[in-house]
């Protein structure tokens, strides 16, 4: 793209973007505090308000002086990296512009880095306070904040060395674009860089001729190269490693890492995900309390289920991915695809459905740990114990994901130094607990030990029942805990199975955008099995037809189904964002038009020529409505 539409786009980002998320929240610290900290966080206002206070508390006994939090809350961690995303990508426009001003031959040099050039203060927030380690891990990805330059702006022709041709890439196809990228030498110095194909002097055919076994002379227009610059959003927290790994022990929990390597990411609280539920209406349902996810596929569930939508939740797509990998593919799209057909709504904020739940406007959801307890804990009364709520939480036993919720250190942070103070109160004894003690107002708080000031540790008001990331917590403290939970031997060691980027694209089409069409077919399909009239075997294909998957046209013009084994190639062919939107939008007239089939056939009972005349696994042995 043009660099100075690039520069318009961006600064209206920042323009419109940045009062509305850099505005101060009302969650505040004391006015008196000497110093100020600036937090993006996707956390409710409870978690916010403890962590401020005890914070304040905490630096005032260690450090002498008063510490006000300044929150930012733009939504979900999804919406929050798409933020920092514009605001990072259009400082390192400025930057690149200053150091051509500067000193233009440092823009061809191919060890250029810029990361240096965020200085502190150069950005106006200090962390990122919650999320997951996934997303965590895209804030320290330079992928993720990626710009392309012109480091040549002298027109004219000059002879270079273009290639190798980069691993996995078909020389005849880049021939046939209209722009390739390739790596280009000029001298001992080699770049990856972005040209259009007419700027090669018979670029097709150089194109064309490339191995990935040596490079080829050609005569090239640099003036119209690019090449992309990129820098990570997070930046190595600087602690202690000695101190980091007393209080964390061994870097793992399950099959996940509990702080990155680097330290730019450092997990203070674990999250689980499992199943909320309102005990109200499964009294009414004449259910018993679900065990697993896919009791959130019963038939009699449907229109009762609250979820949010997992392309604007991170969360939520990191409970989905969990399940996928827990049950398989098969089973595990059956399980996910079933509860969204019973969905009643999708929210943009996965802190919404277990709200709604608790409120009756829904009966069940797939929530976040500390959202589903707490929101059980929120309508309990003083002294009243978790079981006595209307609303329950189960982690289904064999599929619990435990995952970090860490805090990173954001590039060019106004206050470092503070920033690196606030990760070494969460992870002291003092921040630890305020995940699991109970609040001070509460009779039982008498039995919250003490910090090394004689004062009792634990929250104020609210009683967050979050999962510390410490392990001598458990051994120390967990008597007094609110959860009676061992999440270091609850962890599952289901590894990823790596279909997690599968799950937007996928469940956007046949779910989300497509909710009204999804529920009739889901809708039909129940009718028909409780109609003892209905032909078995056609209620068999209207199953089939349901859980099936659109075909996918790859960039080779090649037609293939969605499998474990074509994934890979469907991601690569993702890369391209007007392929993957192009992909998207056939993704959804297969589903509508799937659903439509699925209708049709549940009112006229009989099969189209088309499927009368197929016989499939599926047909002969076919799921039940809840993907059991």
Known sequence: MNRSIVLVILGLVAVVGVPLVMRPSAARARASAEETLVVITPHVPQIRAEFAAAFDRWHRRKHGSGVSIDYRTPGGTSEIIRFLQSVYSAHAIRVLEELRAEDREALGDPKLSIADRFEAGSMDADIVFGGGSFDHGRLKDPANVAVWIKPWEKPGVTEVKIGPLPKGADATKLAAGKEVTLPVSLGEKTILVRLPMSAIEQGPSVVGSLTADAALSARVDLSRAEREVQVSISAPAGLDPAKLKTLIGENVIGVQTIHDPDQHWIGVAFSSFGVVYN??????????????????????????????????????????????????????????????ANTRYYTAASSKPPIDVSQGEAAIGLAIDFYGRGQAQSILRLGQDASESRVGYVDPPGVVYIDADPVSVLRGAPHPELARRFIEFCLSDEGQALWQFHAKGDPRAAANPKNDAGEPMGPDQYELRRMPVRRDFYTSYASVFIDKVEPFAAATSNKPAGWRSAIGPILGACAVDTADEQREAWRAIIAAEKDAAFPREVVAVMKELFFSFPPHMTAKGETIRFSPETMKAIRDDWRDAKARQAAEVSYVRYFRKTYAQIVEISRTRTLPASQASQTSPAAEHPPSPSGR
């Open 279 to 340: 005990r109200d209406w499964l009294k009414k349902l004449g259910l018993p309390e679900p065990t697993s996810f896919d009791d959130m596929g019963r038939p009699e569930f449907v229109g009762l289920v609250a979820l949010a939508d997992p392309r604007l939740s991170g969360s939520i797509t990191t409970s989905m991915d969990a399940i996928l990998s827990a049950y398989g593919w098969e089973k595990g799209w059956r399980v996910l695809r079933s509860m969204c």
